[in-house]
């Protein structure tokens, strides 16, 4: 499949563009609330800031969707007399990618361009060309002169993100900033979609994009009680392990474009398991396993221990270079997992709550 035949949907396009770092996810709110509120039976956004979206509002069992909405971001702190703005980072980075890229600062007055700087290498020693840099040692730069001028532009407490929109490599494989978790946030949202169209259905389906996933699954928290699911699924990316370096002994073997991941482990209920890998098969879905014996990093720890406890499956679509400005996904993993949540969600009958 070349890349000029495949056409992405304008949907997560419109998603993995907006600009949503954990607690300032303004821009995908409002992505989210064009293409779903339209169409739900129910819609409400909460003091958190997620979006939820219910179907069939008497149906049985409850079965929730969640995909986190927020992404890496960066949140500025302080401002130097020469206009130099200094930054500590929202969620997980790697301090070794973030010198020499463009940003995007959200401002009360709008996009504010930068580029994150450090002492350029031929400016160090040998010990200090061997260090990974500190984050006091970096900072954006945005082509004023001074504190005051800055000042005109930022204020303490605007965040950034990369300036790494969508984009294809080859074929069906495109690389964008924040797939992590765009494309889960997405699903969900296209999941309800589609089911949205249905005329029968069992389970009330309730649609949760989530907030603040990145700094403690927090927007998962609080949804979850609200919702009081029986049953729920986190959608999320995980580790594609295909390429160089990757030890496959300690982390699996999982491929782009070879299918959705379903988890097994402590975190995941074995009668949602089971009925996922039994809808893959059902559907003649491409599908992966890997198995994680302890709370996983994504909102299904959260969901999972939800009020008295909710029965959790979590499916990830396969991701290169998590948390780097370039995350690559195969967009038929994608669409995959999505026929998954569809068949799941049709195959639930009244009364199974995944109670063992």
């Known amino acids: 499949m070349s890349t000029k ?3 992405p949907p ?13 607690g300032y996810e303004d821009e995908a709110h409002r992505v989210i609330d064009r293409y779903l509120k339209p169409i739900a039976d129910k819609y409400s956004k909460d003091a958190m800031g997620n979006r939820i979206a219910t179907i069939n509002e008497k149906g049985d069992p409850v079965l929730m969707l969640a995909g986190h909405m927020d992404e890496l971001g960066f949140i500025i702190k302080y401002i130097d007399k020469d206009g130099f703005l200094y930054f500590d980072t929202i969620g997980g980075h790697d301090r070794i990618m973030i010198s020499g890229r463009r940003v995007n600062i959200l401002t009360a007055k709008g996009i504010v361009k930068g580029v994150t700087g450090k002492r350029a290498v031929h400016l160090m020693n040998i010990e200090d060309r061997n260090k990974v840099p500190n984050l006091e ?3 954006i730069d945005i082509g004023v002169e001074s504190k005051k001028d800055a000042l005109k532009l930022v204020c303490i407490g605007d965040v950034a993100t990369y300036d790494h929109d969508f984009e294809f490599i080859n074929g069906s494989i495109g690389t964008a900033r924040a797939f992590d978790n765009k494309s889960g946030a997405y699903v969900v949202s296209e999941t309800f979609r589609r089911l949205a169209k249905l005329k029968q259905l069992t389970a009330k389906v309730v649609t949760v994009t989530t907030t603040q996933e990145e700094i403690g699954t927090r927007g998962a928290i609080t949804s979850t009680y609200a919702v009081n699911p029986h049953i729920a699924i986190a959608i999320d990316v995980g580790h594609a392990t295909d390429h160089p370096d990757c030890d496959k002994r300690k982390f699996g073997e999982t491929k782009l474009g070879f299918g ?12 949602v398991h089971k009925l996922l890998v039994s809808c893959a098969k059902k559907g003649k879905i491409p599908y992966q396993l890997e198995a994680d014996p302890r709370p996983t ?4 720890r959260s969901i999972q221990i939800g009020r008295q406890g909710v029965a959790t499956g979590l499916v990830s679509i396969p ?17 995959n997992t999505i026929k998954l949540l569809v068949i799941f969600a049709k195959a639930l009958k009244k009364g199974q ?3 063992w």
Not at 297 to 300: E, I, L, P, R, V
Not at 321 to 333: G, N
């Open 5 to 7: 035949s495949y056409s």
């Open 10 to 22: 304008k949907f997560l396009i419109e998603l993995l563009n907006a600009r949503s770092p954990s």
């Open 137 to 139: 040692a970096m900072w």
């Open 260 to 271: 959705p991941i379903i988890c097994r482990g402590a975190n995941i209920n074995p009668f």
């Open 297 to 300: 990093g994504t909102d299904a």
């Open 319 to 335: 991701l290169r270079y998590m948390h780097t400005p370039s995350e690559v996904v195969d967009l038929k993993d994608i669409e």
């Open 353 to 355: 709550y995944g109670h």
